[in-house]
């Protein structure tokens, strides 16, 4: 007799939640996580990788659909639409992450559940408001499940992500417990994202993960609504996920849901870059602020983390934004340099500043043991300075600004909004966002609300813009 699955306690959990009985505290988590998404949408639209992704993934020429691709004023398909999305929201680097699941939840889950909601219009507020809290449960809990040894080789947003997306789907759908049971199988089998795109330079091709692992989570979904079943067993089975990438069984524990979602543990970014840099980035900030060293007079820098930070972010002399993203030398040296590459602040100028890269010559990033035993529940950095003078300036932080230990405001997420959206083709209505992410969230009530009200609050620069062959 076959052992009961490890993830059917998920599944049945993702089956039987009530979006409709959401207290006060997930409500707000729920909003700043729709609120946040909505800003890395429509930023998304104004980057150099906008028309080639569309033109790669919206689907044959003429083809339409219910849903929609921001930026764009076109229907598009399900599938294409939802694709698009959690792509156009990746391209910056600004959408949210998990440290524990070292995961970008938000692109993956919302991405589906929009698309759903616009495909399948019945469906109901409450219930797209659990879909995204499930698909949040589904990627934190399988990505840190699968652990440090499968982010080492794969992107765990696009493995992980997978499960995100077609919990939700199932959700949205109406699914019970056994169907979201195949639905996972038919997500496992199809899971997949490699880091050799970093090994290899290719890191325009990251947001591709998030667009394959929502593609995907929606076929399992959809196939499991069909009545095909999925591999129960897809994760610990003789030859399931964990034999196919040799890893070790990880704590049954983490798939196992609580009394608290875990979409309370996400992290809101506070730099457009690789979220294993940030927590050093915070302490040159401080160290600038409280110290403002000359550039000039910087002899040394010493920067300790995880290895983690070094295996991602180990990226030097950038020279184009995608790669600078990943260089943890060359964005702490800009910090130093008085010019953060912050929301408004990464770009081609920044890339092209001799004087940064002068001073990253000067920075050198070593993995620290103490910390990789930190991480990742925590994202530990110490970052030490030597003046030419001899003087040494150091900061250490265990958590990274917008961690769930130092949490954004609401007052601070509309501000970083409206530095976000700068990055957009066109004007963005950040009040309005705020709004919708409210009702979203059932923290207000409109009459004629719309889940993809959200597509409609920035500019469409290309709703006549014919798609490539």
Not at 32 to 61: E, K, R
Not at 410 to 418: I, M, S, W, Y
Request: overall charge negative; hydrophobic content about 45%.
């Amino acid at each position: 007799m076959a052992q009961p699955a490890l993830l059917a306690p998920l599944a049945d959990w993702v089956a039987a939640y009530d979006g409709a009985a959401l207290d006060s505290e997930t409500r707000e988590r729920l909003f700043a996580s729709v609120f946040d998404y909505g800003c890395a949408l429509w930023s998304g639209t104004g980057h150099g990788l906008y028309g080639p992704y569309l033109a790669a993934l919206a689907g044959v020429p003429g083809e339409s659909g219910r849903c929609s691709v921001a930026g764009d004023g076109r229907g598009f398909p399900l599938v294409h639409a939802a694709a698009m999305n959690a792509a156009i929201a990746h391209f910056w680097e600004v959408d949210d992450a998990d440290r524990v699941s070292t995961s970008h939840p938000g692109i993956t889950v919302i991405s589906a559940v929009l698309a759903l909601a616009q495909a399948f219009p019945a469906i109901a507020r409450d219930r797209l408001a659990g879909a995204v809290v499930t698909g949040y449960e589904a990627i934190m809990r399988i990505g840190a499940y699968l652990g440090a040894a499968h982010y080492a080789t794969c992107h765990t947003t696009g493995t992980a992500g997978t499960f995100g997306a077609a919990a939700a789907a199932s959700h949205a759908l109406g699914l019970d417990g056994a169907a979201t049971l195949s639905a996972f199988g038919h997500a496992g089998t199809q899971a997949a994202s490699l880091w050799q795109i970093l090994d290899d330079g290719a890191t325009d091709a990251k947001a591709f993960h998030g667009a394959i692992a929502v593609r995907n989570g929606l076929a399992a979904a959809l196939l499991a609504r069909a009545g095909i079943a999925g591999a129960a067993h897809i994760l610990e089975g003789r030859r399931g996920m964990l034999k196919a990438w040799n890893l070790p069984a990880g704590d049954p524990a983490r798939l196992v849901p609580g009394a608290r979602a875990m979409i309370h543990d996400v992290t809101i970014k506070g730099w457009p870059v690789c979220g294993q840099m940030h927590s050093a980035l915070d302490c040159a900030v401080d160290l600038v602020a409280a110290h403002a060293p000359d550039p000039d007079e910087i002899a040394s820098v010493r920067l300790l983390v995880p290895q983690a930070c070094l295996n991602i972010a180990g990226i030097d002399n950038p020279q184009t934004v995608s790669k600078a993203k990943f260089s943890t030398s060359f964005c702490i040296a800009a910090v130093l340099a008085g010019s953060p590459p912050d929301f408004v602040g990464l770009g081609p100028e920044l890339v092209a500043d001799g004087r940064v890269h002068s001073l990253a010559q000067r920075v050198a990033v070593t993995a620290d043991p103490a910390f990789d035993a930190r991480f990742p529940k925590e994202r530990p950095a110490r970052l030490q300075i030597t003046l030419r003078d001899g003087q040494v300036l150091a900061q250490e932080r265990s958590f990274r600004r917008g961690d769930p230990e130092a949490p954004w405001s609401e007052q601070g997420l509309v501000a970083r909004a409206h530095d976000i959206v700068r990055l957009s083709a066109g004007p963005v209505d950040v009040e309005a966002l705020q709004l919708w992410a409210k009702e979203f969230a059932g923290l207000r009530q409109s009459p004629g609300w719309r889940a993809g009200h959200i597509f409609t609050l920035g500019t469409n620069p290309a709703a006549n813009r014919e798609i490539a062959e």
